[in-house]
């Protein structure tokens, strides 16, 4: 059973940065891709980045391209999510997220039926203006 622990949410005042990590454990696949979806209260889910482990690829949405850096240490099984230039708009739960297949994500606003991976616990992101 894949597990993933998220650590560094927390408060920070507009045009800041934070850096979210996600340790993965548990699983057995060679290849697989690890990424963020965030979701505010009353909004709907939003795809943040992905990265693909076998070629290093990195996908974002549009509302962070450019702002968001997704990395990853192999030998420590982590991801990393480093915010720069932060808005309030990004405050959010964040939840770090597995998928076996990287053409399951869905990067930018997510629809209800749109399940995929499997999902850590959440760290929440705010962003004061």
């Known amino acids: 059973e894949v597990q993933l622990a998220e650590s560094g949410g927390g408060l920070v005042q507009a045009g800041g940065s934070l850096r979210l990590s996600c340790a993965v454990s548990?699983?057995?696949?060679?290849?697989?891709?690890i990424g963020w979806i965030r979701q505010a209260p009353g909004k709907e889910r939003e795809g943040v980045a992905c990265?693909?482990?076998?070629?290093?690829?990195?996908f974002y949405a549009n509302s962070v391209q450019g702002r968001f850096t997704i990395s990853s240490d192999n030998t420590k099984n982590t991801v990393y999510l480093q915010m720069n230039s932060l808005k309030p708009e990004d405050t959010a739960v964040y939840y770090c997220?597995?998928?076996?297949?990287?053409?399951?994500?869905?990067?930018?606003?997510?629809?209800?039926?749109?399940?995929?991976?499997?999902w850590g616990q959440g760290t929440q992101v705010t962003v004061s203006s």
């Open positions: 997220v597995f998928e076996e297949d990287v053409r399951q994500w869905i990067l930018g606003p997510m629809k209800a039926a749109d399940v995929f991976g499997s």
């Open positions: 548990g699983f057995t696949f060679d290849d697989y891709s």
């Open positions: 990265i693909e482990r076998s070629e290093g690829r990195t």
